[in-house]
């Protein structure tokens, strides 16, 4: 069991965020693969895939950037493991931080579309769990917030990366605990017990010695994120992916922020019959609609405000399902 902090959020803008750059988690995200064997015929094109969805994930965040800090934080101590989830989704408390469960949630998700074999699945899933892992490996994203920081430390660290600054990034072999989620609580203590060490080779001016310790945390979410990829493809029966389902198509979201009705748009190839449906970041439908007559060519769906007034603000993903289509898309719900 993971034991996590709970309590009120009340977060200015300089302490919301998500850890490192996004191009480091992106870069992440694009070697995990590595740890595959070759018998698991991973398609190389679908690192591209995978950095850019961290990178758009996290932009899609700035939409809304308070909702989605808990994902990237973790506080250690106060563990409140029985708190009540509907209270923490109905904005009743919010999470100080569940980085560890978000790693957990994305091996397991990334199990599913391994067995699956869905293209698009497994590259967002891989860009969650490059994203939490990168989150639980900042000595500064789990000790935040924290208004006795090092000026400029946590800019010089975890921003302003470099391609040439993660050159060496690799998956270095070591022994996690058999449990994702308390292989994430280790990867969080080890960051919590550099941050000292980070800010002190800051202050003298030692970039070699700084340079090294940041990529030594990547290198360890690397390290991490790999095991658990290398776990989720052996748990899903070592399935071959070369032939997996292909990427789904896209769907267009308007007004987003959404905030009443929408629009939702896409093309199809042929008429056919769809459905409507959204899901929360954890995966769980909120809302299904009926299926309805689609015709061939662009479509434009409008859905009233009505539909969602009884879901709670946050980041939401629309899906259509037909017989030859899956397409997505995100929306942020800010209700009036």
């Given at each position: 069991?993971?034991?996590?902090?709970?309590?009120?959020?009340?977060?200015?803008?300089?302490?919301?965020?998500?850890?490192?750059?996004?191009?480091?988690?992106?870069?992440?995200?694009?070697?995990?693969?590595?740890?595959?064997p070759l018998?698991?015929?991973?398609d190389?094109?679908w690192?591209?895939?995978?950095?850019?969805?961290?990178?758009?994930r996290l932009?899609?965040e700035e939409t809304?950037?308070?909702?989605?800090?808990?994902?990237?934080?973790?506080?250690?101590?106060?563990p409140?493991?029985?708190?009540?989830p509907?209270?923490?989704a109905?904005?009743r408390?919010?999470?100080?931080?569940?980085?560890?469960?978000?790693?957990e949630?994305?091996?397991?998700?990334?199990?599913g579309?391994f067995?699956?074999?869905?293209?698009?699945?497994?590259?967002?899933?891989?860009?969650?769990?490059?994203?939490?892992?990168s989150?639980?490996?900042?000595?500064?994203?789990?000790t935040?917030?924290?208004?006795?920081?090092?000026?400029?430390?946590?800019?010089?660290?975890?921003?302003?990366?470099?391609?040439?600054?993660l050159?060496?990034l690799?998956?270095?072999?070591?022994?996690?605990?058999p449990?994702?989620?308390?292989?994430?609580l280790?990867?969080?203590?080890e960051?919590?017990?550099?941050?000292?060490m980070?800010?002190d080779?800051?202050?003298v001016?030692?970039?070699?010695?700084?340079?090294?310790?940041?990529?030594?945390?990547?290198?360890?979410?690397?390290?991490?994120?790999?095991?658990?990829?290398?776990?989720?493809?052996?748990?899903?029966?070592s399935?071959?992916?070369d032939g997996?389902a292909?990427?789904?198509?896209s769907?267009g979201?308007w007004?987003n922020?959404?905030?009443?009705?929408?629009?939702?748009t896409?093309?199809?190839e042929?008429?056919?019959?769809?459905?409507?449906e959204?899901?929360?970041?954890?995966?769980?439908r909120?809302?299904?609609?009926?299926?309805?007559a689609?015709?061939?060519?662009?479509?434009?769906?409008?859905?009233?405000?009505?539909a969602?007034?009884?879901?709670?603000?946050?980041?939401?993903?629309?899906?259509l399902?037909t017989?030859s289509?899956?397409?997505?898309?995100r929306?942020?719900?800010?209700?009036?």
């Amino acid at each position: 069991m993971i034991a996590l902090t709970f309590g009120v959020c009340g977060l200015t803008r300089a302490e919301q965020g998500h850890a490192f750059a996004p191009q480091a988690a992106a870069m992440v995200a694009a070697r995990i693969p590595g740890a595959l064997p070759l018998a698991a015929h991973w398609d190389p094109r679908w690192n591209a895939g995978a950095s850019a969805e961290v990178e758009r994930r996290l932009d899609f965040e700035e939409t809304d950037p308070e909702a989605s800090v808990p994902r990237h934080r973790w506080e250690p101590g106060n563990p409140l493991p029985a708190a009540d989830p509907d209270a923490v989704a109905a904005g009743r408390l919010r999470v100080s931080g569940t980085a560890p469960l978000e790693l957990e949630r994305a091996s397991q998700s990334l199990t599913g579309a391994f067995r699956t074999r869905q293209a698009a699945n497994i590259v967002e899933s891989l860009a969650a769990l490059a994203i939490a892992a990168s989150d639980l490996a900042d000595p500064f994203q789990m000790t935040a917030p924290n208004l006795e920081e090092t000026p400029g430390a946590r800019a010089e660290f975890g921003d302003l990366v470099r391609a040439e600054d993660l050159a060496g990034l690799s998956i270095s072999p070591r022994t996690w605990p058999p449990d994702a989620g308390d292989a994430g609580l280790e990867l969080a203590g080890e960051s919590v017990s550099s941050r000292g060490m980070v800010e002190d080779r800051f202050l003298v001016g030692d970039e070699v010695s700084f340079a090294e310790l940041r990529l030594e945390r990547l290198n360890a979410a690397l390290s991490l994120a790999g095991e658990l990829v290398r776990r989720a493809w052996l748990e899903a029966g070592s399935p071959r992916l070369d032939g997996a389902a292909p990427d789904r198509a896209s769907l267009g979201v308007w007004p987003n922020p959404v905030r009443g009705p929408l629009a939702i748009t896409f093309t199809l190839e042929r008429a056919e019959t769809g459905r409507l449906e959204l899901f929360d970041l954890a995966g769980r439908r909120v809302w299904r609609g009926v299926p309805f007559a689609l015709r061939e060519g662009p479509q434009r769906l409008a859905i009233e405000s009505g539909a969602l007034k009884s879901l709670p603000a946050g980041l939401y993903l629309a899906r259509l399902t037909t017989p030859s289509l899956t397409a997505q898309g995100r929306l942020a719900w800010k209700p009036q």
